[in-house]
């Protein structure tokens, strides 16, 4: 089975920033868009952002706009995740997923559904 390897996540206090990154094999990922979710605890897991591999077009939850940032670099085969002015809100597991189908509108890459291939997430947590 195909894992995603994700890394960056921590604690950090109100304020903040971090960033996340997301590795998958590089046959995947080259043609992969990506995909960030997270899920809190009692929570169901959630859409936090998405960038497409062919049109570079990003999208954000509206909780997370303006603060975060995703960004891939191919030469790395890496995706990226800037999370900045974090809130104590923002505390999750953080979960990188990856996309190697057709199709990359919002309410594609918004839908957890719609991936392929998983990490094992990525521990965030924000203290006031």
């Known amino acids: 089975q195909v894992r995603l390897v994700e890394s960056g996540g921590g604690s950090v206090q109100a304020g903040g920033s971090l960033r996340l990154s997301c590795t998958p094999p590089?046959?995947?990922?080259?043609?992969?868009?990506i995909g960030w979710f997270r899920q809190a605890p009692g929570k169901e897991r959630e859409f936090v952002s998405a960038?497409?591999?062919?049109?570079?077009?990003?999208y954000y939850a509206d909780s997370v706009k303006g603060r975060f940032t995703i960004s891939r670099d191919n030469a790395k085969n890496t995706g990226y995740l800037q999370m900045n002015s974090l809130k104590p809100e923002d505390t999750a597991v953080y979960y990188c997923a990856a996309r190697d189908s057709y199709g990359s509108n919002r309410s594609t890459l918004t839908t957890l559904g719609s991936y392929n291939y998983w990490g094992q997430g990525t521990q965030v947590t924000v203290s006031s």
């Open positions: 590089e046959n995947i990922f080259s043609r992969s868009h």
């Open positions: 960038i497409s591999w062919s049109t570079g077009t990003t």
